[in-house]
């Protein structure tokens, strides 16, 4: 989609974002549920601000652009709000949940996780990673990249639109490699029974067992 000031937007399967009809003020601010990938319309008196939030609206992470192109993974059931820079820089921050934090600058290829986990929850990584596995969804790729079942099925269940369900105890299988999401779910599942994990599909319900 394209944004009221040419900003353009890529969205993932499940997502949701929040923008006005129009951008006025000081600065342009968004708000993502979800993932997406953006292009940003250079306008330095404006800075562009995207605001990472739960189904509630609560605020998780927010990210300041401070170059162009960069994706934002804030799924709710997921672990972490992970921050990818593709092109400029960008500066994240935890939006003032668990306490203050000490915004961070990424620069080219670099990605802040920023965790939700209660353990370690308001704690920044950063590390340096292949662009092109991060933004392969917007290619129209699943990429698994030392993932176990969980984090591959959280993946499915949004682009298939399927309930997921695991019974008895599961390998510790981890999966690397990427797939069409022109597939069909069958297609997919038929790949991934090449390791110690098998599927009973019922309607939505997938049960995921060994």
Request: net charge negative.
């Given at each position: 989609?394209?944004?009221?000031d040419?900003?353009?937007?890529?969205?993932?399967?499940?997502?949701?974002?929040?923008?006005?009809?129009a951008?006025?003020?000081?600065?342009?601010?968004?708000?993502?549920?979800?993932?997406?990938?953006?292009?940003?319309?250079?306008?330095?008196?404006?800075?562009?601000?995207?605001?990472?939030?739960?189904?509630?609206?609560?605020?998780?992470?927010?990210?300041?652009?401070?170059?162009?192109?960069?994706?934002?993974?804030?799924?709710?059931?997921?672990?972490?709000?992970?921050?990818?820079?593709?092109?400029?820089?960008?500066?994240?921050?935890?939006?003032?949940?668990?306490?203050?934090?000490?915004?961070?600058?990424?620069?080219?290829?670099?990605?802040?996780?920023y965790?939700?986990?209660?353990?370690?929850?308001?704690?920044?990584?950063?590390?340096?990673?292949?662009?092109?596995?991060?933004?392969?969804?917007?290619?129209?790729?699943?990429?698994?990249?030392n993932?176990?079942?969980?984090?591959?099925?959280?993946?499915?269940?949004?682009?298939?639109?399927?309930?997921?369900v695991?019974?008895?105890?599961?390998?510790?299988?981890?999966?690397?490699?990427?797939?069409?999401?022109?597939?069909?779910?069958?297609?997919?599942?038929?790949?991934?029974?090449?390791?110690?994990?098998?599927?009973?599909?019922?309607?939505?319900?997938?049960?995921?067992?060994?």
């Amino acid at each position: 989609m394209v944004l009221p000031d040419g900003t353009r937007a890529w969205l993932n399967a499940a997502s949701v974002l929040r923008f006005p009809i129009a951008f006025t003020g000081s600065e342009r601010r968004v708000q993502l549920s979800g993932e997406a990938y953006f292009d940003v319309a250079k306008d330095p008196a404006m800075p562009f601000r995207v605001e990472a939030t739960d189904a509630n609206g609560r605020e998780m992470n927010t990210v300041e652009v401070m170059g162009t192109e960069f994706n934002v993974n804030a799924y709710e059931n997921e672990p972490t709000v992970k921050t990818t820079l593709v092109e400029g820089k960008v500066k994240v921050s935890n939006g003032g949940r668990n306490g203050s934090l000490q915004p961070v600058i990424l620069t080219n290829g670099m990605q802040s996780i920023y965790s939700l986990d209660l353990g370690t929850a308001g704690n920044f990584q950063l590390r340096q990673v292949d662009t092109d596995d991060v933004v392969a969804w917007k290619n129209g790729l699943f990429n698994f990249n030392n993932a176990d079942i969980k984090s591959v099925m959280r993946q499915l269940a949004r682009w298939y639109d399927v309930d997921v369900v695991y019974e008895g105890a599961l390998p510790n299988e981890k999966f690397d490699g990427e797939i069409s999401r022109n597939s069909t779910l069958s297609e997919v599942f038929k790949i991934l029974e090449l390791s110690a994990i098998h599927f009973k599909v019922e309607g939505r319900k997938v049960t995921v067992m060994p």
